[in-house]
């Protein structure tokens, strides 16, 4: 007999099936003993009876059955395998599981986050944990697709780089061989160079950040979606790309990730129109106007700011999105353009959402001699971007891109409270798999304090 997968259950009543899977948990009432199964498509329920078999929670088995309509009384309404039930025939143990160090089997996971994170290879397999990797699954697959369909070709780019790209000290430096190399904090460097190949690309990389402090919202190894695009004639066309490809994540998530959504109790935010787009100095303003906070004069938005603004979209326009552009020059990275109209601030912007940056973006500088200027200017070494600047050297149209991390928007989708909580293995300041603290440090190391902030 063929295996059938739970999902598969709901369209067999009267049927005989082979089921393979996990025993969620197990229930025994003497002579009736009440199994759920849990598979990649569902849980099911499962009934024995004389199973005489002890079986305990991640055991490995195949059962044999018959499906039957559940009585009335006994419908699960919150389960979409709620209907039905298996009547078990037989039960083979194929791997027996060892005792587990919590319960599995609940509708949540009620671990603190050190448990979570310390038994990461058995919480993942949560039901509620599968949801957020499947919303994530969602979100990289909709990246590739809607971009794909928009004319842009995927490229891998490396993650062993010769120089910091975005400069700041967050970089980690790796040995290679007998020199000095680093780990890269984005592709942002590649995927401008790939316009001058395929005018459109996308990649989907690993980026590194030694990020010093402990935050909810950080980790130091991310999965980046990049995209840039060449021959603009606005840069507001790179934001408009942006916006598409939001709809279109919202929307394939509406549609595909409905249990998943329903599991944390979230719905996909919410875009009325347009997503409002306001300058920096503008959010400053009506942040001054709505809560009498006075950071009109500060170089970039603060946490709250952010948050605030966010609020302001979502009552005032309908849109729990929101650009915030004209960030100032000298706070973003060498590559971004400045605003020809007002060089002190810059063609970039950042996407927020539910309070949260989501992602970063801008129009770059393009011209050969501007850029050797911005790179030196930032007091880098213009030998150490020589792969870099010569795509520009020989010829490149105006330009302009972004980056979303895809665990921060996984995370804001879901409303979850930490970061770690959409990464499949977070690393940062206190672990990589396992804690940091149980590993010996490198000889001579400088020890970096450890910071906790929101
Ligand atoms: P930026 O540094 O703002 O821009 O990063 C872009 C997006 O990546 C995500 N992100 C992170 N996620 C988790 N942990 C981190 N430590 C982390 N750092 C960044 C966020 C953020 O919005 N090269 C530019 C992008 C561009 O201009 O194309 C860049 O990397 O979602």
Redesign the pocket.
Known sequence: MERTYISQTVDKIGQLVRLKGYINTVRDHGKITFIDLRDKTGVLQCVGTDLKIQLRGEDVVEIEGAVKSRPEKMVNEKLPTGKVELAIVKLTVIEKADELPFDLGGNDLNVSLPVLLDYRSLTLRHPKSQAIFKVQNQVVKTFRDYLSSQGFVEFNAPTIVPVAT?GGANVFPIKYFEHDCYLA??P?LYKQIMVGVFERVFSVAR?Y?A?PSVTT????E?V?L?A?MGFIDSWTEVMDVLENLFKKVFADIDLNCKDELALFDQTVPRVENLIPRIKMREAQQIIFERTGVDHRAEKDLEPEDEREICRWAAETKGSELVFVTHYPTAKR?FYTMPDPADPEFSLSF?LLGRGL??????QRINNHKELVKAVELRGNNVKDFELYLQAFKYGMPPEG?????A???TMQILGLEN?REATLFPRDMERVDIKLSSLKTQKNAKKIPLKKTP
């Open positions: 975005e904090q984005s942002q980026a950040r990020e919202r950080h980790i130091c991310y980046s990049d840039e990275a950042d940056e989501w992602v970063s973006g801008s891109g972004f980056a979303l991390g665990e921060r928007i970061i």
